[in-house]
């Protein structure tokens, strides 16, 4: 299994960062991606992947991150994937849910992560919050760049799936699929693509049923996956194998275990 989206920087995790790494490889849980919110985070990345071999990065600013004075050069950007772990950009993208103060920013710093996925050849990782249709509309405009997308902790509407589906970007489910109040969530993913779908933690946020009220952590996925693999009807170790076929896909620069 892999945790395709977590914050391994933030103090509920990095306070117990060795007990984390070691529960998560007991659940069998064999590569993370650990996700930059914003460009100070870099080095709690960094000196992560120096330690643990099987902790990947994806480098960018999460919009409820961005303000006036924050850009995304190519330059710094080029400098970071100069590493071979960084194997993704972001995470970027629309989240309107608490303010629209920085509303033309957010859409500054999204479209400055989509050129850098496109001048690098790296994946973009989307957080959208009450900005569906306005993300479609950016995307939309690069739609002959075949872009590489996943649209991390999916809640998205039959709308987004379909428009995911027949662009062939991907979605990735958390904890949140689990959720006794998730019924139209998973009325949606129903018609998902199983060759799009990645599973994530998000952590330390949104831990799973049965998890729910404790921080969220790597090892915890497993919980996610076993329900999506009833979800489909597919057995647990063939699900695991699908989803790691599929973030392998994606993100190309991770190596696969031999």
């Known amino acids: 299994m892999i945790d395709s989206h977590c914050h391994l920087n933030f103090p509920a995790i990095k306070a117990d960062i060795k007990n984390v790494i070691k529960r998560s490889k007991e659940s069998g849980v064999t590569k993370l991606l650990t996700i930059n919110t914003n460009p100070d985070e870099f080095d709690d990345h960094f000196n992560l992947i120096k330690e643990y071999e099987n902790i990947y990065i994806a480098y960018g600013i999460h919009p409820e991150e ?7 050069s190519l330059d710094d950007m080029e400098d970071k994937i100069k590493n071979s772990r960084v194997i993704g950009i972001g995470e970027t993208g629309l989240d ?39 993300i479609i509309e950016v995307l939309k405009k690069y739609r002959n760049d075949n872009l590489k997308i996943v649209f991390h902790c999916f809640t998205g509407s039959n709308e987004l799936l379909q428009f995911c ?29 199983l060759d799009l779908l990645l599973i994530e933690t998000d952590s330390p946020f949104l831990a799973p049923t049965p998890m729910r009220g404790k921080s969220n952590e790597p090892s915890f996925v497993k919980f996610t996956a076993d329900y999506l693999a009833d979800f489909y009807s597919i057995q647990k170790e063939d699900f695991y194998k699908l989803t790691d076929n599929n973030f392998y896909k994606l993100f190309s620069r991770a190596k696969q275990d031999s």
């Open 66 to 72: 961005v303000k006036d004075n924050s850009y995304l």
């Open 96 to 134: 309107f849910y608490h303010s629209i103060e920085f509303k033309k920013k957010q859409y500054d710093i999204f479209e400055s992560h989509i050129t850098a996925s496109k001048e690098f050849d790296l994946p973009i990782i989307i957080h959208q919050r009450n900005s569906e249709k306005e």
């Open 165 to 193: 589906d027949d662009n062939k970007y991907y979605i990735s489910l958390s904890g949140i699929v689990t959720f006794k109040n998730a019924n139209a969530l998973r009325e949606t993913i129903k018609n998902a693509s």
